[in-house]
């Protein structure tokens, strides 16, 4: 079991928008939400492959402006070391500080350059090249990662993970609280000591909810597919329904001590603010 902590760390990822109108309504999203519960860190996405490496770097310069503290995403697929270490300067020089550190997803289509195949090369590399200076984050799958070949390898290699210098690691969505506890007591019988934040998906749409899900390896439990299935015809009482079962995880994730909070916003702030509102912290 952890310790309790009241001083849960909130933060908020976005993704970079295809459009002028979705960077402007990125905006407009980071207002409120720092406005509402001032996140310690918004995190922004890296596509399959490096797709939006420009346009992660646009996001982040934006936000950087504006003196909010950044963590880019960035992974190794799709890159070669030289792409990285040019980016990790042009990191440096906006003045960010931390970095979720990831394989990445592979893209479907097109060549890969693999010159850094895992996200543990990655985290040696950025550790080899510019030391202490960014706080790495890195990805953890209480329900396994959907490549890994058993729980044991897929644990194994979070383990490299910490081993090459992570700092914290951020999770996958997940609505079965168990399996977090259960990645947690693997953690302490192994003597990883960093914090594991819960990543939050909050539940708004049946449809995308359930494709992500189905590609990133996260379950829907039954009890709560079979509602969300009911309310197909229903936005508002689904969105009720989501908000209620996903406020009840984080605070039950709140009592059992969480470091911190994570929330993958999809840019909008609604669901996210309505989630924070019932949280007792
Ligand atoms: P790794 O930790 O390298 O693991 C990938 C797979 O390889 C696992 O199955 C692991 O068990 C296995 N593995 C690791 N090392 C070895 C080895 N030496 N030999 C054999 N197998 C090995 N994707 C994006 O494209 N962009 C993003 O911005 C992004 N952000 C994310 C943020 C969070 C918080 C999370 C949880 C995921 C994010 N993803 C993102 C998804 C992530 O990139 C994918 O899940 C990806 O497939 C794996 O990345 P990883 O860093 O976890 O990889």
Redesign the pocket.
């Known amino acids: 079991m952890m310790t309790s902590n009241k001083k849960a760390v909130l933060s908020c990822e976005f993704f970079p928008p295809r459009t002028e109108a979705g960077v402007e309504k990125l905006l407009t999203t980071q207002q409120t939400l720092s406005e509402t519960f001032q996140p310690a860190y918004y995190s922004v996405?890296?596509?399959?492959g490096g797709t939006t490496r420009d346009s992660t770097l646009e996001i982040v310069k934006l936000l950087t402006e504006k003196n909010i503290e950044v963590a880019p995403?960035i992974?190794c697929i799709g890159s070669s070391k030289q792409q990285l270490s040019e980016l990790l300067e042009t990191y440096k020089s906006l003045g960010v500080t931390r970095l979720?550190t990831?394989?990445?997803?592979?893209p479907k289509t097109g060549e890969l350059t693999r010159e850094l195949s895992?996200?543990?090369e990655l985290v040696s590399f950025i550790r080899e090249t510019t030391g202490e200076h960014f706080t790495l984050e890195?990805?953890?799958?209480p329900e396994y990662?959907p490549?890994?070949l058993s729980p044991q390898?897929?644990f194994e290699?979070?383990k490299?993970?910490v081993a090459a210098g992570a700092d914290s690691a951020?999770?996958?969505y997940f609505y079965n609280i168990d399996a977090y506890l259960h990645f947690i007591d693997n953690c302490q019988k192994n003597n990883i000591t960093i914090p594991v934040v819960p990543?939050v998906m909050p539940i708004t749409n049946f449809a995308s909810l359930t494709r992500f899900s189905d590609v990133?390896g996260a379950e829907i439990p039954r009890w709560i597919r079979k509602q969300l299935e009911a309310y197909a015809d229903d936005a508002d009482s689904l969105q009720a329904f989501g908000l209620d079962v996903v406020s009840n995880l984080c605070n039950q994730l709140l009592e059992q001590g969480v470091p911190g909070l994570?929330f993958y916003t999809l840019n909008q702030a609604n669901a996210t603010t309505a989630i924070w509102k019932n949280l007792s912290l």
């Not at 996405?45 to 399959?48: D, H, I, P, V």
């Open positions: 996405t890296f596509g399959a995403h992974s979720v990831l394989r990445g997803d592979i895992y996200a543990n890195v990805a953890a799958y990662h490549e890994s390898s897929d290699h979070f490299n993970k951020i999770t996958q990543g990133c994570h």
